[in-house]
């Protein structure tokens, strides 16, 4: 099982940044993916970006060309540098990591993986 600790949220005035990182641990070795995802209050878990172990990315439609993720691979870490922040970003923003396809199914089965506590991200007008 993979233990995933996020950190690096905050409280950021619309078009402000904030980088967050998630550190994963325990059976690490599986892991060939990771992906950052945010839940605002009363929607669904999205899906905002993954990266694999050979640094290809993909990103949701509403963060391209404001967040940027990347991976330390010796670090086991996932970093989101997200840029240009606006209210609608309001979310608890959580990591996972896997396959991409188990990432993707995530989305839709939250339930199928354990999760970190989170990090809050709260963007003001």
């Known amino acids: 099982q993979v233990q995933l600790v996020e950190s690096g949220g905050g409280l950021v005035q619309a078009g402000g940044s904030l980088r967050l990182s998630c550190a994963a641990s325990?059976?690490?070795?599986?892991?060939?993916?990771m992906g950052w995802y945010r839940q605002a209050p009363g929607k669904q878990r999205e899906l905002v970006a993954t990266v694999t172990s050979s640094g290809s990315t993909n990103y949701a439609d509403s963060v391209k060309g404001r967040f940027t993720i990347s991976r330390d691979n010796a670090k086991n870490t996932v970093y989101l540098q997200m840029n240009s922040l606006q209210p609608e970003d309001t979310a608890v923003y959580y990591c996972?990591?896997?396959?991409?396809?188990?990432?993707?199914?995530?989305?839709?089965?939250?339930?199928?993986?354990?999760w970190g506590q989170g990090t809050q991200v709260t963007v003001a007008l």
């Open positions: 996972n990591a896997g396959s991409l396809l188990l990432l993707n199914v995530l989305t839709q089965k939250p339930s199928s993986r354990s």
């Open positions: 325990g059976s690490i070795s599986s892991i060939s993916a």
